[in-house]
């Protein structure tokens, strides 16, 4: 399974981006989707998931009702629109499937797309 997640860039505070994820390969084998991402200096962070079966999603405490994953499936891509935005949300975001139940585990993830900066900032 390949992951190619373009898009990113610099955003000011309270504006909108979506980013998207496209899954090459194998893509039969995958359950669900999630994003993470990553500030400087800090862990890598749960930001959302989508079962790719139903469409259900799942967010972090620090995203919800801020951020809406969704996907095409005859795309296979997953999309993530971010709304509200806010400084602390400024980080690398990465793409990830899951050939389980994905979740907010990181490690339940098997393949990792390649990272793309969002910066939010006046």
């Known amino acids: 399974v390949q992951l190619q997640a373009p898009g990113g860039g610099l955003v000011q505070p309270g504006g909108s981006l979506r980013l998207s994820c496209a899954a090459s390969?194998?893509?039969?084998?995958?359950?669900?989707m999630g994003w993470f991402r990553q500030a400087p200096g800090k862990g890598r962070e749960f930001v959302g998931s989508i079962k790719w079966s139903d469409g259900s999603t799942f967010y972090a405490g620090s995203v919800k009702g801020r951020f809406t994953m969704s996907r095409d499936n005859a795309k296979n891509t997953v999309f993530l629109q971010m709304n509200s935005l806010k400084p602390e949300d400024t980080a690398v975001y990465y793409c990830a499937a899951s050939l389980m139940s994905g979740g907010s585990d990181a490690q339940r993830y098997d393949y990792w797309g390649q990272g793309t900066q969002v910066t939010v900032s006046s």
């Open positions: 390969g194998s893509i039969f084998s995958i359950n669900a």
